[in-house]
């Protein structure tokens, strides 16, 4: 979702990163200029970068009531919301969608997962690399009489797009209706 948000952005959307304290976006593990991170590396990664260009970014503890008050707080005045994370993560922590659409009926909620927030895969978790050979696409790439391929595309870019579409389609919604809405987007 980092690069469907980033798309947002880029259409003119004002985009606030929020993220835990516990779990830091892994901001050293991605490219660097000339493959050096010398110094300040957290800060250098091309990848975490591009991802998120234009955005601005706090950190929330979510394991303390101060950090999830914060949290609603920051919802009330938002229009759109994208995570990504297991389904029941949100609700655990007590900001499922019930809950923050209490606090703003407007909201546009749109939750990833790897294979959606019901059915019997549900508590799985997924990335690219573990998607492409599950739906069976790495089958198809390779050559002839060799293993198959990873693309590590076939899956993020796709989703982030229809995260857009998505979020558009509901923006059209709530200006027709003034209802926001849910939405449960699996990879």
């Keep these: 979702m980092p690069t469907a948000a980033g798309m947002l952005g880029d259409l003119g959307a004002e985009v606030i990163k929020v993220e835990s304290t516990v779990r830091v ?5 991605e490219t660097f ?24 970014s706090l950190t929330l503890n979510f394991k303390t009531e101060r950090g999830i008050e914060l949290f609603k707080e920051l919802v009330a005045k938002s229009d759109i919301l994208i995570e990504n994370n ?13 809950v923050l659409r209490a606090i703003n009926p407007k909201l ?7 294979y959606g927030q019901t059915g019997p895969w549900q508590n799985y978790g997924a990335i690219a690399l573990s998607l492409e050979p599950t739906t069976g696409v790495s089958s198809l790439t390779g050559y002839e009489g060799g293993p198959p391929l990873r693309w590590n595309w076939l899956t993020d870019f ?3 797009m229809m995260a857009v579409f998505a979020v ?11 209802e926001g809405q849910w939405i449960d987007l699996c990879m």
Excluded: C, E, F
């Excluded at 976006?25 to 593990?29: A, F, H, I, P, T």
């Design 25 to 29: 976006d892994m901001r050293g593990s």
């Design 33 to 56: 200029q000339d493959n050096d991170p010398t110094t300040n590396y957290h800060n250098r990664s091309g990848v975490y970068g591009t991802l998120n260009r234009g955005k601005q």
């Design 86 to 98: 297991r389904p029941g993560v949100m609700k655990r922590l007590g900001i499922d969608y019930p």
């Design 108 to 114: 546009i909620h749109l939750s990833n997962s790897g």
């Design 158 to 160: 796709p989703t982030a």
């Design 168 to 178: 558009l389609g509901a923006v059209r919604h709530l200006r027709q209706t003034g």
